[in-house]
């Protein structure tokens, strides 16, 4: 049986009646950044103590290494992260790479703001990491920055069903550049479910046909996972686009 989170919707629904434009993604976004801010005071030392929470660098440190081995980019290779948050796992691509060679967009800019507060100004003006919002601006932005990766960690898995296909939309357009690798994570599913409030899964088929342009070159399998009642497998998907 699938779980019910029929409170939260009916909570959701009303923000949305008194905010029509404003999405699932930045709805869940702005809850979780209000949550922070009440543990932490939003100034410098408060924006870092959350980051430090329990070390910025080490927080990311073993998914950005792996993220770092799967691609092994060059130093000159433009990196873009899609739901960059605060910075934890994009810091260490931008301590790698090239001075202009990482951008992370995010659905609020909080959220990096406290990375930028962790990283440090020296690290910040030398590696010169652009960031923006994910909104029409930001991601023509990142289509121009011709990034050589683009990446998206533990997002599509919350993104709501009504959103979806602006979410694969905006990979695609961020990874247009011919060759261009694309990764990300998710949950499978035999059919489409949600397995939490803010987790959807789906199946093999969806990631793929949501994808037109792409080759599918590696889709790694986790351990099955049960949540409110519901059987999902974790995978990691890399797609290339076609070089021509």
């Known amino acids: 049986m699938s779980p019910s989170f029929q409170k939260r ?3 959701f629904q009303r923000f949305k009646e008194k905010n029509p434009g404003i999405s699932f993604a930045r709805y869940a976004a702005e809850r979780m950044h209000g949550e922070l801010l009440k543990r932490y005071p939003y100034n410098p030392e408060g924006a870092i ?15 950005a290494g792996k993220l770092l081995r799967a691609m092994a980019p ?14 934890r796992i994009g810091g260490h691509f931008i301590r790698t790479l090239d001075p202009g060679c990482f951008m992370g967009l995010d659905v609020i800019a909080g959220f990096y703001e406290m990375g930028i507060e962790a990283i440090g100004p020296e690290l910040m ?25 683009v990446y998206s960690n533990v997002v599509c898995v919350h993104v709501h069903p009504d959103e979806i296909e602006t979410y694969f939309r905006n990979l695609a357009r961020l990874a247009h550049k011919p060759g ?15 397995f939490e409030f803010d987790g959807w899964s789906w199946p093999l088929e969806f990631y ?15 351990t099955l996972q049960i949540q409110n009642g519901i059987e999902t497998t974790p995978i990691d998907f890399e797609f290339r686009r076609a070089a021509s």
Not at 49 to 63: D, I, N, R, T
Not at 132 to 149: Q, S
Not at 182 to 194: C, D, H
């Open 49 to 63: 103590s959350v980051a430090l929470e329990p070390s910025f660098w080490q927080a990311g440190e073993a998914k």
């Open 208 to 222: 793929q046909d949501h994808l037109p342009g792409f080759d599918m070159v590696r889709a790694d399998t986790g």
């Open 125 to 149: 003006a030398e590696k010169a990491p652009r960031l923006a919002v994910i909104d029409e601006a930001g991601i023509a932005e990142g289509e121009a920055f011709a990034a050589d990766f």
């Open 180 to 194: 261009a690798r694309l990764i990300f994570n998710a949950r499978l599913t035999p059919e489409p479910a949600r």
């Open 9 to 11: 919707d009916e909570r």
């Open 74 to 87: 060059s130093r000159q290779d433009k990196v873009l992260e899609y739901g960059c948050g605060s910075l």
